[in-house]
């Protein structure tokens, strides 16, 4: 996978995080206090749809389809789902594109915090790639309580860690191409646990080697983290021949009784975004509350 790569926008890890993502932010926002939304691995803060067919070389089919494309035009939409699509779709109206046409512009995680963020909130966006960085200057109307940093996001753990709002929300989303990307995620939890023991840390992976994954579980357990759990959407079963199968998000000091509602949500998009037999969501504690 990379994450520079518009190919991958709007696919079925996309809507699954960027759909809890948007009921994080909502659920620290019960709280009147403002706080530090730090996004690691920021990306830009848009994707044309309309390039998704477009490789490296050859034309590829695009994987927006079986994720937001299957949400956008339903009646149906859970609570929990409702205003993820309603701000796509502000997203792509305000990128140029009519609002009856087919879907062709979908945000970012920097964008959709940033359409959500109240004037208390603040927002540091971290991306190490200068033209991604440059692109998400470029996209972004910045203001005082938004920056986006040049910066490896592992970094921004230790520099931006504790936040004098005393409350943030860190979204870990990196692009797994490192062969120790999984190392680097726990070793910045740890850092930015010891730091900030009282922040909420969302971390996005993908499901593709299921040992890996319980090992990354087992050596995020041994840090002795706050209250934590996993959610997942599946989107085949371990039949299927599916390289990637699913995506999960590790919360970390979950906001109180987040795990209902990200049940809700995932349990509905398991249903719609399934490609194969035994798709689904399902939760699970690492560390109960």
């Given at each position: 996978m990379n994450y520079r790569h518009q190919f991958h926008a709007g696919n079925f890890a996309d809507v699954a995080k960027h759909a809890l993502l948007?009921?994080?932010?909502?659920?620290?926002?019960k709280k009147e206090k403002g706080f530090l939304y730090l996004d690691t691995h920021a990306g830009r803060g848009g994707y044309d749809l309309g390039a998704a067919a477009k490789g490296d070389?050859?034309?590829?089919?695009?994987?927006?389809?079986?994720?937001?494309?299957?949400?956008?035009?339903?009646?149906?939409?859970?609570?929990?789902?409702?205003?993820?699509?309603?701000?796509?779709?502000?997203f792509d109206r305000r990128a140029g594109n009519p609002p009856d046409g087919t879907l062709r512009f979908y945000p970012g995680s920097p964008w959709l915090a940033g359409a959500l963020a109240r004037p208390q909130d603040r927002l540091a966006l971290c991306e190490k790639q200068p033209d991604e960085c440059a692109a998400l200057r470029e996209e972004l109307l910045l203001t005082a309580r938004a920056s986006v940093q040049l910066l490896d996001g592992y970094v921004?753990?230790?520099?931006?860690?504790?936040?004098?709002?005393?409350?943030?929300?860190?979204?870990?989303?990196?692009?797994?191409?490192?062969?120790?990307?999984?190392?680097?995620?726990?070793?910045?939890l740890g850092e930015g646990l010891r730091r900030f023991p009282t922040g909420v840390f969302a971390v996005w992976y993908p499901l593709t080697e299921r040992a890996r994954v319980e090992t990354f579980f087992a050596e995020l357990v041994a840090l002795q983290p706050p209250p934590t759990f996993v959610a997942?959407?599946?989107?085949a079963g371990?039949?299927?021949?599916?390289?990637?199968?699913?995506?999960?998000?590790?919360?970390?000091?979950p906001p109180w009784q987040f795990e209902r509602e990200a049940e809700l949500l995932l349990g509905f998009l398991g249903e719609v975004l399934a490609q194969a037999p035994d798709g689904g969501g399902r939760m699970r504690w690492l560390v109960p509350e």
């Open positions: 948007v009921r994080l932010v909502r659920a620290l926002q070389t050859l034309a590829r089919r695009p994987e927006w389809p079986d994720g937001i494309g299957r949400l956008i035009a339903r009646k149906d939409l859970p609570e929990a789902v409702t205003e993820y699509v309603a701000l796509v779709r502000e921004a753990l230790r520099a931006m860690l504790p936040p004098p709002e005393k409350r943030a929300l860190v979204l870990i989303d990196p692009p797994f191409e490192a062969a120790d990307e999984w190392a680097q995620i726990v070793a910045a997942e959407l599946l989107i371990e039949a299927s021949a599916l390289k990637m199968k699913g995506c999960g998000v590790v919360i970390i000091n």
